[in-house]
C-alpha cells in the first residue's frame, strides 16, 4: 500500500487531501516518532522513524495526528478478502503488505502482471486507496520491483532481466540491507550489484556473516524461499513510548497495567498462552535492557502478566531512572493445533 496510514486518513477526513500529513507521535513535550507520512510531507524531507520534532523543522505547517490502529487493520482485513479472490497463498508482512503466490491463480487469468493490475483497480474502486505491485520470479525480487515506481506503480522483472537489474541496483535499495551494513558495504569499494557479484561466496560470508550467504544468492537473483500462508506466531506483545519521561514507580505501574492489557487481550483472542514474559524497557538516553521470567506453566491471565512485569521492573533501578519506553512479550507458547497466521496481528508501527 502507498504511505498506507497517511492515505487511509486523508481518504477518511477530506480536510487532510493534498497537505503535509505526518501519521504517528506529536511534536509535543519531548515529542514522538513519525510512523508514515503522506506524499505531500515526503517532499520536504520528512520519513517514518524519524522524530516528530525534526519533521516538524522540515514542514512547520505539517498536521500531525496519532495512528488509529483499528481503523488501518480494518482496511488491511478488507485488503486480504481482495488477495484472497485469487489466490490462498497469502504471507502477510504487515498490515500494508504481503507475497502472494499465483503460480495457480483461482480464476485462471494465466498472468501475474493481469492479477497484480486487477488488485490495484480492486483496491481502488472499493477502498478508494492505491497500491504499488512488483511482479517476478521470486519474493526477493518482487519485493524490489514493487518500491520502484510508487504510488500507484506496478513493475514487472522477468526472468531474463532479474541479473542486469541486480547488477544495477545500488546496495542500500536491496531489501534486508540497512543503513549500517550498506555503509560498511560502501567503505569496502561495494556500491552496486554488480560490486558484491565480484566476490565469492566464502568472501561474502567472511566479510557479512550468515547474512552474506544470502546476498550471494540474492545478487544472482536467486531465492527459493516460498510464500508462507500460515507460520506459527512466536510471541506476542506490546509496547509504548510515553510523550514524557516516566519518573517514579505509580506511573510507570500504571501504564505497564495499560500494556499488560493490550497483550492480554491478544494472548486470548488468538487463543495463545506462554510460559515466558519479557519486559522491554528503553531509557531516556535511549539504552535498552529487556529483563525475562519463564514460569512452570503457561498462562494469559493479565494479573500474572502485570505481576511478573512488574517484579521486572522492580529488579532494575527504577527510583534513579527516567523510562521513554515499556513493553512485555508473552512467548514459548503452548503447542496449538491450529497454526496462526503470522503477523495477522502485529501492528507494523514504521511504513516504507
Do not use: W
Request: hydrophobic residues 40%; contains cysteine; proline residues 3%.
Amino acid at each position: 500500500m502507498d504511505a498506507f496510514y497517511a492515505s487511509v486518513e486523508q481518504r477518511d477526513f477530506p480536510e487532510y487531501r493534498g497537505l503535509p500529513l505526518v501519521v504517528g507521535g506529536l511534536p509535543e513535550g519531548r515529542g514522538g516518532v513519525v510512523a508514515t507520512a503522506s506524499y505531500e510531507a515526503r517532499k520536504f524531507g520528512i520519513r517514518s522513524a524519524m522524530s516528530s520534532k525534526q519533521a516538524l523543522q522540515l514542514c512547520p505547517h505539517a498536521i500531525f495526528v496519532r495512528p488509529r490502529f483499528a481503523a488501518y487493520k480494518e482496511v488491511s482485513q478488507k485488503i486480504r478478502e481482495i488477495f484472497g479472490r485469487y489466490t490462498d497463498l497469502i504471507e502477510p508482512l504487515s498490515l500494508d503488505e504481503a507475497y502472494l503466490d499465483v503460480t495457480d491463480d483461482k480464476r485462471d487469468i494465466g498472468s501475474a502482471i493481469e492479477i497484480a493490475q486487477q488488485i490495484k483497480q480492486a483496491i481502488k474502486g472499493e477502498l478508494n486507496l492505491t497500491a504499488s505491485a512488483g511482479v517476478s520470479v521470486n519474493k526477493f525480487v518482487a519485493k524490489i520491483a514493487s518500491d520502484i515506481k510508487k504510488p500507484d506503480g506496478l513493475t514487472f522483472i522477468g526472468p531474463s532481466s532479474i541479473e542486469t537489474f541486480m547488477e544495477n541496483l545500488p546496495v542500500e535499495k536491496f531489501y534486508g540491507v540497512g543503513k549500517v551494513t550498506a555503509d560498511k558495504m560502501k567503505k569496502q569499494g561495494l556500491f552496486t550489484g554488480a560490486d558484491l557479484k565480484k566476490l565469492s561466496q566464502d568472501e561474502m560470508i567472511s566479510r557479512f556473516g550468515k547474512a552474506g550467504g544470502f546476498y550471494y544468492n540474492i545478487v544472482r537473483g536467486i531465492d527459493d524461499r516460498e510464500v508462507q500462508p500460515h507460520r506459527e506466531t512466536k510471541s506476542m506483545g506490546a509496547e509504548d513510548t510515553f510523550a514524557y519521561d516516566l519518573t517514579g514507580a505509580d506511573e510507570m505501574h500504571a501504564e505497564l497495567e495499560k500494556i499488560a492489557k493490550t497483550v492480554h487481550d491478544r494472548l486470548l483472542r488468538y487463543h495463545l498462552k506462554g510460559r515466558t514474559i519479557t519486559l522491554k524497557i528503553k531509557y531516556s538516553d535511549f539504552r535498552q535492557i529487556t529483563r525475562s521470567q519463564s514460569l512452570p506453566n503457561c498462562v494469559n491471565d493479565m494479573g500474572t502478566i502485570l505481576n511478573i512485569s512488574k517484579t521486572l521492573l522492580a529488579n532494575t533501578d527504577i527510583e534513579n531512572s527516567r523510562i521513554r519506553l515499556l513493553g512485555i512479550t508473552v512467548s514459548n507458547f503452548l503447542p496449538v493445533e491450529v497454526k496462526i497466521k503470522a503477523q495477522s496481528d502485529q501492528l507494523s508501527l514504521f511504513e516504507d
